[in-house]
């Protein structure tokens, strides 16, 4: 099988490559669900193809997962570097970015570095990689080349490459249009402070977690949406359960899924909302970014949050 581009995709490589004429470390930008990880894919291939390493870097076992199964699908064999699991030499790796920088010893420098959600790579761990292996190049990939602490991602990116806009990807049919439903009153939010730009967790669950805001969710959706497939973000595990049992009052399937979860269980979970035997996820942060789950037809928040870019990553989950 061999994986083919869209054309805004071939554009986007093109672009890259000319930067990395001047560049050692290039920023791309692209919309969720502008195909990320068939770029990835598509770059691992041609790297492998002309006998060079390439690293790919993510920061979710999900993530992992997905992107290995990308790579199998185009027969690229590939090493994964994570806990559990035991290192091969192979040229093409995917490596859990918490794994590898324990590990960074008993690998040779890779030819290139590919950061998967690289709006995290100000971070010590990713920075601490980049300088372990100088020579090689740098491509990182984001939806929102934005943190919600104000850190600046110049210390691991020197050039920046944009892609599509959502506009135009939603004008050419490659992401769905949207209806946008609100309730007719402000929750009040006065009282919650603010921690590292965004609201304080403990805070916002006091004012969140309350049956009579959860109760209107579950008749906004059942009134709008009911029986298409929702997650509902969450502040808290706490704040999920409640949601996910005031939903099964209703009538509706509904879990939780949280980073406690084995993967297995994560796994199982993502998979009935697949099939359908279940309609709706109460996420405590895990699906907000990065996760591939094509099945997801509404995004109901009852996390408010001042963070565009966890704002924009989260609704990227349904478009």
Request: glycine letters at 6%; a neutral charge; hydrophobic letters at 45%.
């Amino acid at each position: 099988m061999t994986i083919t581009l869209r054309p805004y995709q071939e554009q986007m490589i093109a672009d890259v490559r000319a930067a990395m004429r001047e560049h050692r470390n290039i920023l791309l930008q692209a919309p969720t669900g502008a195909g990320k990880t068939a770029i990835t894919v598509f770059m691992m291939s041609r790297a492998a193809a002309v006998g060079r390493r390439a690293y790919f870097l993510v920061h979710q076992n999900e993530l992992l997962s997905q992107t290995s199964r990308a790579l199998w699908r185009q027969k690229l064999e590939h090493g994964m570097i994570a806990a559990g699991r035991a290192g091969t030499p192979l040229p093409a790796q995917v490596a859990s970015i918490q794994t590898l920088i324990r590990r960074i010893d008993r690998y040779p420098e890779p030819d290139l570095i590919i950061i998967d959600e690289a709006h995290r790579a100000a971070a010590k761990t990713y920075r601490d990689i980049i300088a372990a292996w100088p020579n090689a190049r740098v491509i990182g990939l984001t939806a929102t080349p934005q943190r919600t602490d104000g850190k600046s991602l110049d210390v691991s990116f020197d050039h920046i490459v944009h892609g599509p806009s959502i506009c135009d990807l939603i004008e050419q049919g490659y992401l769905c249009r949207y209806e946008l439903f609100a309730p007719p009153s402000a929750i009040d939010l006065s009282g919650v402070k603010t921690q590292m730009g965004d609201y304080a967790r403990d805070d916002l669950a006091a004012a969140m977690d309350k049956p009579t805001i959860t109760g209107d969710a579950v008749t906004h959706y059942m009134t709008n949406t009911r029986g298409k497939r929702c997650v509902v973000m969450c502040v808290t595990i706490e704040h999920a359960e409640h949601v996910a049992a005031q939903y099964r009052c209703a009538g509706v399937a509904a879990e939780v899924i949280a980073g406690h979860m084995t993967d297995v269980q994560r796994a199982e979970v993502l998979e009935r909302l697949e099939r359908g035997t279940l309609h709706v996820i109460a996420s405590v942060q895990l699906l907000v970014e990065g996760v591939d789950i094509p099945g997801i037809e509404v995004v109901q928040w009852l996390r408010p949050t001042k963070s565009l870019v966890i704002w924009m990553q989260g609704n990227g989950r349904g478009l």
